[in-house]
């Protein structure tokens, strides 16, 4: 028998929809993160580590998705190859198995700084389309996660001691979000 095929989906906000990504792909199993993809550290990617065995198959829908970076694209795969795992990058109709060619290994290269490259792209068109809207006055940064209210509601809650990781969660931030909020608050208090 041979190894399972296994679905790896990256995702960096909760509401962005991941299921194009593998579309009609026959799978056995997928995980799928939603996370940022800056670094290695994601809960389902390292479970997906832990998980591959000898004879599997990681499927990922481009190199973009399983790293950001060519350094981290390049450990990650020889880390899957390396136990006898292939990955495979459907945009880019590669598949690396560890018996790679020089051939191959200077695609792995090449497609991964070209992706890194197109991001870093990105984040300077970004940069310079904020300091443009800055200079006309538009520029209103990132819309506030919670209401005053909201803020309100929580620190009155946090002063009767409920945990500030479940209500994180139930305002459907992030730790460090809430404890940017209360930072602020702290802040707004010492004024």
Do not use: C, W
Not at 19 to 28: T, Y
Not at 87 to 97: P, S
Not at 127 to 142: D, N, Q, T
């Amino acid at each position: 028998m041979g190894g399972q095929r296994i679905g790896y989906i990256r995702v960096s906000t909760l509401d962005q929809n991941h299921e194009r990504q593998l579309e009609g792909v026959e799978l056995d199993r997928t995980f799928i993160d939603h996370a940022s993809g800056k670094d290695t550290s994601r809960p389902e990617l390292e479970f997906l580590l832990s998980f591959v065995r000898a004879g599997d198959s990681v499927i990922v829908h481009s190199m973009d998705r399983l790293a950001r970076n060519l350094d981290d694209l390049r450990h990650l795969v020889q880390i899957l190859t390396s136990q006898d795992v292939a990955v495979e990058f459907l945009k880019e109709h590669l598949v690396f198995t560890g018996n790679d060619s020089p051939m191959a290994k200077l695609m792995l290269s090449v497609m991964g700084a070209f992706a890194e490259f197109e991001r870093e792209l990105l984040k300077e068109r970004q940069r310079e389309g904020i300091v443009l809207a800055k200079e006309r006055g538009v520029y209103r940064g990132r819309k506030r996660s919670l209401t005053p209210d909201a803020t309100s509601e929580i620190l009155h809650r946090i002063a009767r001691g409920e945990a500030k990781a479940r209500l994180a969660k139930e305002y459907g931030i992030s730790r460090e979000t809430l404890y940017q909020y209360l930072n602020d608050a702290k802040l707004a208090q010492t004024r």
